[in-house]
């Protein structure tokens, strides 16, 4: 079944406007559990206490506020919060554009798909376009009363749409220091690259289950038919022993491994 | 986000406090093992606000019983899965961690992979690695053999109830573990039901590929705009303090996890073997 768009907009590249459509391009499958009321098993309601009285706050009496400093709050009035929303626009405009590899990923934050909205030809012109010259075009724009900044790529024959975290919010490694300490040999570089050569591979996420998720699932079934198997405590091993001679027993056991393949 | 997920979420800087590791573990290549812990690699949003009381007094959530009304504490509450309408299967912590699989509770790579090929629609949330007292070497092993390869390894692991796909990237000596979906946690373009593609002219992509490069940096520079509401919203909070008439003054917090950590300086600390 097509999945429902939830927003629609127009990429804006100089002049040319191409209408789209917005598409999630995930589904969380997390295991979600509700909280419940451990005497009856019924489900809890929330509200809002006092932090030291534990006293009932109702709705209508909360304010919300910014700390500023330790114990001192500037109150934002829901018209204060109104008047800080951006206008709102359907344009999502690309600025420039960058090679393919050059955003770290440490970036990203929500990918959508961007469907053609109406004039198809454009819209799969400009995938054809980023796909021949490696590209990935900045792009920003307001979506519910929100700014966004995010970057545009084609996939396969598509445009997808990623969110940016806000910069104030991302630590990058340039901001930091290399860690201190005694430097790998020389050996135990030349053996080190030996094994991750040998583990080197494709990209393949079908490779990758949620087991534990499974698992969790599983249990959840069997309990429910009253016979929920018992379960071990996990043990959890440690070994340590001189980086090479590690190495060395790696490489070992992954050859050994190979031939037996 | 439902509040009932909340306990499987990956914590953030202010659940941590921030000088806390949020996990510390043991990353193995091989026969290798490397002790880390585990750090947020993004600080909290500046512009969160708190929900506060007619008097300005700081509020929390709390849980309550339905028909008596009751506030009800961590003890009282217990975490259950609706398998039918209004039915639930209770599931304990002790449970949740005895269901881990044994091999996924250290950050195993048994695979390595170009470090760019992995499509960004995989990546969730970072995390920087920092080594553990006496693993200093064998972190710096791991970090300069896959920049010089350019390589990114891939593991999965289970932390706090959630099994995790991630991939570590080496940049700059220093480890970034980045969590990503599940393959069937990701649409492909099929099943979005986008429509098939329609041949584009050759006039047209050529106007699109000179507009590319009329427009091409070398170079990424966050764009600062995503934060200009943020920036608003600070600019209106200081000159509403300055006019004093929206500002309130209570007992600051005793708890410590609120204050104020400079995840930047709890890094470098880390990184530099220090406590």
Redesign the interface.
Known sequence: ???RAIWKGQLK??T?KIPVKL??????????????????????????????S?EE?PNE????????E???????TEE?LE??A?PPSRDIE???????????????DR?Y?L??DDG???Y???????N??E?E??A?WVMRG????G?L?P????L?L?T????????L????????????TQK??AM??Q???M?????N?????????Q??ME???K??KGHAPR??????K????A?DN??A???A??KKEKRAA | M????R??QPATEEETGGARPFWSG?LT?????VPVSLFP???????S??????D????????????SGK??DA?????????DK?K????TD?????????K??DIN??????A????????ER?Y?L??AAGS???????A???D??S?A??A?F?MRG??Y?V?I?S????L?A?TM???????S?A?????K?????AA??????R???S??????S?????????D??LK??KK??KRRG????????ADTDN?VID??QV??KS???KK
């Open positions: 079944m097509a999945a590249l100089g040319t598409y999630s391009a995930v589904q969380d499958k997390t295991v979600r559990f509700h909280i419940l009321d451990d005497k009856n098993k019924a489900r809890v309601k929330q509200h809002m206490v006092d932090s030291d534990g706050v009496e909360i304010q919300k506020g910014y700390e500023v330790p114990g001192k709050f500037v109150i934002l204060d008047k800080l951006p690309v600025v420039e554009f960058v090679p393919q590899d050059e955003i770290s990923q440490q970036w990203y990918p798909y469907g053609p198809e030809k454009e799969f012109a400009l995938v054809d376009a980023l021949k010259q590209k075009g900045i920003h929100k700014y966004y900044a970057g790529r996939v396969d024959d598509y997808l990623s940016f975290r806000d910069a104030k919010e991302v630590i490694a340039d901001q930091l220091a290399k860690p201190t300490g005694a430097a790998p135990e570089l080190a690259k094994l991750v050569e583990l080197k591979g494709e990209f996420p079908k490779d990758y289950k949620d087991e534990y998720r698992r969790v249990f959840i079934e309990k429910a379960l071990k405590p996990v043990k959890t440690r070994q340590t022993a980086l590690v190495l027993k790696s490489i056991a992954l | 439902p509040r009932t997920a306990k499987q043991t290549f091989g026969l290798v093992s690699a993004t600080r909290g949003a500046r512009s606000l708190r929900m506060l009381g007619p300005g007094q700081p509020l929390s959530r709390r849980y309550y019983a339905e028909k506030d009800l003890d009282e509450v217990v975490r259950g899965f609706e398998i209004n639930f299967v209770t599931i002790e449970e949740l961690e005895r269901l881990e699989p044994e996924t509770r790579l048994t695979q390595f992979v170009p760019d090929s992995i499509p960004p629609l995989y990546f970072g920087f920092t080594p200093q070497k064998a972190y710096k092993l791991l300069e053999t896959m010089k390869n390589l390894g891939i999965t289970v959630k099994e796909l991939a990237f940049e700059k000596g220093i970034r980045e979906r599940f393959p069937d946690e990701v649409r373009p099943d979005v039901g986008l429509p593609k329609k041949p584009a002219t047209t992509v050529k106007k699109f590929e507009l590319i490069s427009k091409s940096k070398k170079q990424f966050p764009t600062k705009l995503a934060d200009k509401q943020t608003d919203l209106l909070v509403k303090e929206n500002v309130v003054r209570v007992e600051p917090e204050k995840l930047v890094l470098k990184l530099a073997g």
